[in-house]
């Protein structure tokens, strides 16, 4: 059994957007408040979270996660792993490393970006790190399994990742064949769906329902909204028949 949480659903910039006045924006509904996508995973015994947003230290707190045990990293964008340095408390309450899985790409950002953490000689209270290189190979952490899946963001190679029955796809606008035939078969997909308009490196919300009706997956829980996705309580009750918008705080167990 895997419980599973919606640490955020929204785009790079959140919602609501700063200095919008848009309805969404404006709404007061909790449904419509977005903080950058990203899901913890959670085991009898392990604990881990894909992606480091620059909201983590808020994630964390607001859904009381005291136990980490690694991050993995589905791509190098800012809105995916700026929040890395607040793995510090982490380090500190557990006298141990963060193991940190990444693709090679995604650990150049992190090098480059937290320098300090890498340093021969550091301070007392940096970060600590311990990077393994994610390929296209299953690999464990604890007792959970992860199924590499790339996607294309644009012209990124971007992870998605299988956990058991369930697939999670971020931040995609093409998926091969090939890597579809890892997600068939889930129970629950979680997939990319940024807004109504087309954008060059995102789903748009039509292109994510016409890849789920062809997966034919029982329950799909749509992620990584823009402001421009409409209002939740009025785009949820129009999606087909077990597609779903996600939302902050979302929890379910397989």
Avoid at 42 to 68: H, N
């Amino acid at each position: 059994m895997l419980d599973f949480t919606i640490l955020g659903s929204g785009t790079s910039t959140g919602v609501p957007l700063i200095g919008c006045h848009c309805a969404v924006c404006n709404s007061k509904d909790p449904l419509d408040q977005r903080l950058r996508t990203s899901l913890k995973v959670q085991s009898a015994s392990t604990t881990v979270v894909i992606d480091t947003t620059p909201d983590f230290r808020y994630q964390m707190l607001r859904t009381k996660t005291t136990k980490l045990d690694a991050v993995v990293f589905t791509h190098p964008h800012r809105d995916h792993y700026a929040g890395l340095d607040d793995i510090r408390p982490f380090n500190f309450f557990s006298q141990k490393p963060m193991h940190i899985y990444a693709n090679e790409i995604t650990q150049v950002a992190i090098k480059r970006d937290f320098y300090y953490a890498f340093e021969e000689k550091k301070d007392v209270g940096l970060p600590e790190m311990i990077l393994h290189t994610i390929d296209q190979d299953i690999f464990t952490i604890g007792d959970i399994s992860f199924q590499p899946i790339q996607v294309m963001h644009r012209e990124m190679p971007v992870l998605g990742f299988r956990m058991g029955s369930l697939s999670y796809i971020t931040d995609a606008n093409y998926i091969s064949e090939s890597e579809l035939e890892k997600v068939k078969g889930s129970q629950v997909l979680i997939l990319n769906a940024l807004r109504r308009e087309p954008h060059p490196t995102h789903f748009t919300l039509d292109q994510a329902l016409e890849l789920v009706s062809r997966l034919a997956i029982p329950t799909v829980y749509l992620i990584h909204f823009s402001h421009q996705i409409g209002l939740h309580q009025e785009v949820e009750p129009a999606l087909p028949n077990g597609v779903h918008l996600a939302y902050d705080g979302l929890q379910f167990s397989l």
